[in-house]
């Protein structure tokens, strides 16, 4: 929960001023980033497996408490003072306002396909979204040379997906003929969209082992409209509550016509989800960027316009992220 008032600002760019007496991670003058989190317990399990962003103390960039009591507030100000773990530098010749979205956009694609292994070459996999993470999803999967599919709800985003972000299909998941035909071929499902939909019609897709991973926050909690009676009372609770669900089995109250054929049990599917991604993570995922020449695609505006770019995201008007340029805006002292 937002506390406010709040600054905001969560993918934050900029150039080192000053440093602490204790820091040998990074010099004054060094273009670094900041993303999501900026403090964690340190002792918990998450915190010593390098997965910070799990630590059930994790602070916020934003609206959040710090270790010190102090509201911690965001990228959108002249300055910000953040904890050098929290610090990653931004490699040499990366354009900084083109990084800014991938300490969120970027490592929360990232992630997950490091995390359930699935950066090797080859493989088939799908995005769902076409925002500012699913069209990073597309480039980085793409990198990765695996074939990428771009799945929506209507055919609009076709040109988009294939002539703009170079996915190798579009497919249309209200095209029975053509979803019955991508049966059994997914190795992985990346859903970004940040509301409820429907999940059933994408479990037919995916090989034996096939992963659907949802990144978009939603309030609702994960439902699924047939759900097979093993599963109704799982499935029907709170999504944050659980990791990730995998089917080993069948259930003898289950059936094809209940379940839909293949079911999860019979093809061991996994559904599961991952939040953005650990420090660890951010460095391997912009030197990955920079090596593959990745980027994100960007809208750059001063601090004057937010109210215009807010009205445009109700209505998905921009490709793909808005940028703010707080240092070349005329911000009046406080």
């Given at each position: 929960?937002?506390?406010?008032?709040?600054?905001?600002?969560?993918?934050?760019?900029?150039?080192?001023?000053?440093?602490?007496?204790?820091?040998?991670?990074?010099?004054?003058?060094?273009?670094?980033?900041?993303?999501?989190?900026?403090?964690?317990?340190?002792?918990?399990?998450?915190?010593?497996?390098?997965?910070?962003?799990?630590?059930?103390?994790?602070?916020?960039?934003?609206?959040?408490?710090?270790?010190?009591?102090?509201?911690?507030?965001?990228?959108?100000?002249?300055?910000?003072?953040?904890?050098?773990?929290?610090?990653?530098?931004?490699?040499?010749?990366?354009?900084?306002?083109?990084?800014?979205?991938?300490?969120?956009?970027?490592v929360t694609i990232y992630s997950p396909l490091n995390q359930f292994k699935l950066k090797q070459s080859r493989?088939?996999?799908?995005?769902?979204?076409?925002?500012?993470?699913?069209?990073?999803?597309?480039?980085?999967?793409?990198?990765?040379?695996?074939?990428?599919?771009?799945?929506?709800?209507?055919?609009?985003?076709?040109?988009?997906?294939?002539?703009?972000?170079?996915?190798?299909?579009?497919?249309v998941s209200s095209d029975t003929t053509r979803m019955e035909e991508a049966a059994d071929s997914f190795d992985?499902?990346?859903?970004?969209?940040?509301?409820?939909?429907?999940?059933?019609?994408?479990?037919?897709?995916?090989?034996?082992?096939?992963?659907?991973?949802?990144?978009?926050?939603?309030?609702?909690?994960?439902?699924?409209?047939?759900?097979?009676?093993?599963?109704?009372?799982?499935?029907?609770?709170?999504?944050?509550?659980?990791?990730?669900?995998?089917?080993?089995?069948?259930?003898?109250?289950?059936?094809p016509d209940v379940c839909g054929n293949p079911t999860l049990m019979e093809r061991r599917k996994t559904i599961?989800?991952?939040?953005?991604?650990?420090?660890?993570?951010?460095?391997?995922?912009?030197?990955?960027?920079?090596?593959?020449?990745?980027?994100?695609?960007?809208?750059?505006?001063?601090?004057?316009?937010?109210?215009?770019?807010?009205?445009?995201?109700?209505?998905?008007?921009?490709?793909?992220?808005?940028?703010?340029?707080?240092?070349?805006?005329?911000?009046?002292?406080?």
């Amino acid at each position: 929960m937002t506390r406010y008032p709040a600054v905001p600002g969560h993918e934050v760019v900029g150039k080192v001023m000053e440093v602490g007496s204790d820091v040998t991670k990074i010099r004054a003058g060094d273009n670094v980033g900041v993303g999501y989190i900026v403090g964690c317990c340190r002792t918990c399990e998450a915190c010593k497996l390098e997965k910070e962003q799990y630590c059930n103390k994790k602070v916020f960039t934003y609206g959040d408490v710090d270790t010190n009591g102090e509201p911690t507030q965001g990228g959108f100000a002249g300055a910000m003072v953040v904890d050098q773990k929290f610090v990653v530098k931004i490699p040499e010749g990366m354009v900084l306002e083109q990084a800014a979205p991938l300490f969120c956009a970027g490592v929360t694609i990232y992630s997950p396909l490091n995390q359930f292994k699935l950066k090797q070459s080859r493989l088939r996999g799908g995005i769902i979204g076409l925002g500012g993470v699913g069209h990073m999803g597309v480039k980085i999967a793409k990198a990765m040379e695996h074939h990428v599919t771009v799945i929506s709800s209507s055919d609009k985003k076709r040109v988009e997906a294939l002539e703009h972000l170079g996915a190798d299909e579009c497919l249309v998941s209200s095209d029975t003929t053509r979803m019955e035909e991508a049966a059994d071929s997914f190795d992985y499902i990346i859903d970004t969209v940040p509301a409820f939909h429907p999940l059933e019609c994408y479990l037919s897709l995916f090989k034996v082992d096939g992963k659907l991973i949802l990144l978009g926050a939603i309030k609702e909690p994960l439902q699924f409209l047939n759900p097979c009676s093993c599963l109704a009372s799982l499935l029907f609770l709170d999504n944050y509550s659980y990791d990730y669900i995998t089917c080993i089995g069948k259930s003898p109250h289950t059936s094809p016509d209940v379940c839909g054929n293949p079911t999860l049990m019979e093809r061991r599917k996994t559904i599961t989800g991952s939040f953005i991604g650990s420090m660890k993570e951010t460095e391997e995922m912009l030197e990955f960027c920079k090596e593959k020449g990745l980027f994100s695609m960007i809208e750059v505006i001063k601090m004057d316009y937010i109210n215009k770019a807010l009205h445009r995201l109700e209505k998905n008007d921009v490709k793909y992220r808005f940028v703010v340029d707080v240092a070349g805006s005329e911000l009046e002292p406080c």
